[in-house]
């Protein structure tokens, strides 16, 4: 029972590089997510999808690109790394539009740029 | 359109109950509610629906007050295993903006023994 499976855990990264990070769910959802937590915050929708092929921005996208090649996969790219990107990152899925259903998370990815 | 969660932090004894608020300034379609401990992911609650009655999971519940676009979370008999940050999420309204669920800033609670 894997879930959501976010990679990598832990990343520091230097300002000005790039990296992805990986997203996967083997619940068959449609629906994925991407969020930022930054502390005392809350969580903060970066990018979703509704199906393979289908993305849409949400409240923070700047800074950041994703695609939906397959129904499994969610990767969230990074371009050109700044300080303000320094955050917990969340990975959700879930089977049904999130306002009649649970949202299923992923342990999250924590990003330093330095 | 963040809704705004009061109060920010609770701090209890075991057996003690508590109230989470969570307030909108636009008319609400749902609200969610998910528990996050440190270092680990949020996790689902429940979840009401415009229209729908209070919900409930052994000791805690939750109501949706849907003209003042408001809901409150119940602890009741508090536990050890409730200490956490406590998040409201709404969804305004449907259509183009499917997805869109937005998150309060959370209200830490602490159960002491």
């Known amino acids: 029972n894997a879930g959501v499976t976010q990679t990598p855990k832990f990343r520091i990264l230097k300002i000005g590089q790039s990296m992805t990070l990986q997203c996967a769910q083997d619940m068959n959802h449609n629906y994925m997510y991407w969020y930022r937590q930054d502390p005392g915050m809350g969580l903060k929708l970066i990018y979703y999808s509704v199906g393979a092929g289908i993305t849409d921005k949400g409240e923070v996208p700047n800074g950041y690109n994703v695609s939906r090649s397959t129904t499994e996969d969610f990767p969230l790219r990074l371009e050109l790394a700044a300080p303000s990107q320094t955050s917990v990152y969340f990975c959700?899925?879930?089977?049904?539009?999130?306002?009649?259903?649970?949202?299923?998370f992923g342990e999250g990815s924590r990003l330093t740029v330095l | 359109q963040q809704p705004v969660q009061s109060p920010q932090a609770v701090i209890l004894r075991e057996g003690e109950d508590a109230v989470i608020n969570c307030s909108s300034s636009?008319?609400?379609?749902?609200v969610h509610w998910y528990r996050q401990k440190h270092g680990e992911a949020p996790v689902f609650l429940m979840i009401l629906l415009k229209g729908g009655e209070q919900k409930g999971h052994e000791k805690i519940s939750a109501s949706f007050n849907e003209k003042k676009q408001q809901s409150s979370l119940y602890l009741t008999a508090s536990q050890l295993s409730y200490s956490g940050t406590y998040f409201c999420g709404t969804e305004s309204y449907r259509g183009s903006t499917l997805g869109r669920l937005y998150f309060g800033r959370g209200t830490q609670l602490t159960v002491w023994p």
């Open positions: 636009k008319a609400l379609y749902s």
């Open positions: 959700a899925s879930s089977y049904v539009p999130p306002g009649t259903g649970e949202l299923f």
